[in-house]
C-alpha cells in the first residue's frame, strides 16, 4: 500500500506569513495528489485536486505543486481563518491520507 | 443546497451491529461515487469504504473488510454502511463523501461509539 507523510505535524505561524507543508508518497502517484483543510468539529473541505488545480471557492492564496512523490501545499499569506488542520490525500483508487499537519497561532 | 447528510450514529456495544446512512441533497446522485472516512477522537482521517455510482463496485479498508457493507439506493438518493461486529476502534465521527475532484462535497459526520 502506498504511504503517504506530511511535515512538519504541527506549525505555529502568524498571520501574513508564507507557509508550505510537504506530503510524500512511498511511490510514484503521478499528480493523483489532494489536499483538504479541516477545522475543529467539521468536515474537511476540499483546497487543491490533482496535486496543483485550486478547487472552485477556494482562496487564491492556497496553491499546490509536485508530482511523483513530493508534493506541496503554499498558503502566500496566512489569514485568521487558516489556523486549521491540513491533509494531503492520494487520490486514484487509493484513498490514503497522510497523517495531518496543525497550523496554529506563533 | 447541495449537501450530504448522515444519520445512524450513536453508542453500541463491542460486537454489535449499527447502520449509518447518507442522504444526498441538491446534486444528481446517481452518477457520483461515495465514499466514507472516519476520524477517531482526536485523530486523523482513515478512508473506510467506497461504493461506485451503480453500486457495482465497491472497495474496504482492511480495518473494516469483512464487517462493513456498502449499499446504494439511487431512486432514493442514500446509501447505507452496515457495520458488524463492531469494535472499540471503530469508535469515530463516520463522514460521508462524494467523489468529484478528489472528495468535493462532505457531510457534517455522524459519531458512532463502541463501548460496553
Known amino acids: 500500500d502506498i504511504q503517504m507523510t506530511q511535515s512538519p505535524s504541527t506549525l505555529s505561524a502568524s498571520v501574513g506569513d508564507r507557509l508550505t507543508i510537504t506530503c510524500r508518497a512511498s511511490q510514484s502517484i503521478n499528480n493523483w495528489l489532494a489536499w483538504y483543510q479541516q477545522k475543529p468539529g467539521k468536515a474537511p473541505k476540499l483546497l487543491i485536486y490533482?496535486?496543483?488545480s485550486l478547487e472552485s471557492g477556494v482562496p487564491s492564496r492556497f496553491s499546490g505543486s509536485g508530482s511523483g512523490t513530493e508534493f506541496t501545499l503554499t498558503i502566500s499569506s496566512l489569514q485568521p481563518d487558516d489556523f486549521a488542520t491540513y491533509y494531503c490525500?492520494?487520490?486514484?483508487?487509493?484513498?490514503?491520507f497522510g497523517q495531518g499537519t496543525k497550523v496554529d497561532i506563533k | 443546497q447541495v449537501q450530504l447528510v448522515e444519520s445512524g450514529g450513536g453508542v453500541v456495544q463491542p460486537g454489535k451491529s449499527l447502520r449509518l446512512s447518507c442522504a444526498a441533497f441538491g446534486f444528481t446522485f446517481s452518477p457520483s461515487a461515495i465514499h466514507w472516512v472516519r476520524q477517531a477522537p482526536g485523530k486523523g482521517l482513515e478512508w473506510v469504504a467506497f461504493i461506485s455510482h451503480d453500486g457495482n463496485n465497491k472497495d474496504y479498508a482492511d480495518s473494516v473488510k469483512g464487517r462493513f457493507t456498502l449499499s446504494r439506493d439511487n431512486y432514493k438518493n442514500t446509501l447505507s454502511l452496515q457495520m458488524n461486529s463492531l469494535r472499540a476502534e471503530d469508535t469515530a465521527v463516520y463522514y460521508c463523501?462524494?467523489?468529484?475532484?478528489?472528495?468535493?462535497?462532505w457531510g457534517r459526520g455522524t459519531m458512532v461509539t463502541v463501548s460496553s
Open positions: 490525500q492520494h487520490f486514484n483508487s487509493h484513498w490514503t
Open positions: 490533482k496535486a496543483s
Open positions: 463523501a462524494r467523489e468529484g475532484h478528489a472528495f468535493d462535497i
